[in-house]
Nanobody, 125 residues
Framework: QVQLVESGGGLVQAGGSLRLSCAAS????????MGWFRQAPGKEREFVAA????????YSPNSVKGRFTISRDNAKSTVYLQMNSLKPEDTAVYYC??????????????????WGQGTQVTVSS
């Protein structure tokens, strides 16, 4: 089992940047595929990015591609989401998630077994 704690959210102006971190407990972090999702008020949870256990593969939707970058440091048991050129529509609670084994559909929230509590990101216009 793994516990996830997100940090790094906050208020930023449009065009600004934030880096989110997700720290994982346990000694098997390197065996988990990791993902970031977000949920805005009144909307469904949305896939933002994912990274394989080794860091060798990353995934992201077109809505954030070129602006958001996911990375991980297995030695620190932490996954990051670097967010640049932020837009008001990026405002949401951001969650990290983890799953072991083969990641067949990284964009699907039900694929993931463990979730953090979320961190709020607010982008002002």
């Amino acid at each position: 089992q793994v516990q996830l704690v997100e940090s790094g959210g906050g208020l930023v102006q449009a065009g600004g940047s934030l880096r989110l971190s997700c720290a994982a407990s346990g000694r098997t972090f390197s065996s988990y595929n990791m993902g970031w999702f977000r949920q805005a008020p009144g909307k469904e949870r949305e896939f933002v990015a994912a990274i394989s256990w080794s860091g060798g593969s990353t995934y992201s939707p077109n809505s954030v591609k070129g602006r958001f970058t996911i990375s991980r440091d297995n030695a620190k048991s932490t996954v990051y989401l670097q967010m640049n050129s932020l837009k008001p529509e990026d405002t949401a609670v951001y969650y990290c998630a983890a799953v072991r084994g083969y990641l067949s559909t990284p964009f699907a929230a039900p694929e993931y077994d463990y979730w953090g509590q979320g961190t709020q990101v607010t982008v002002s216009s």
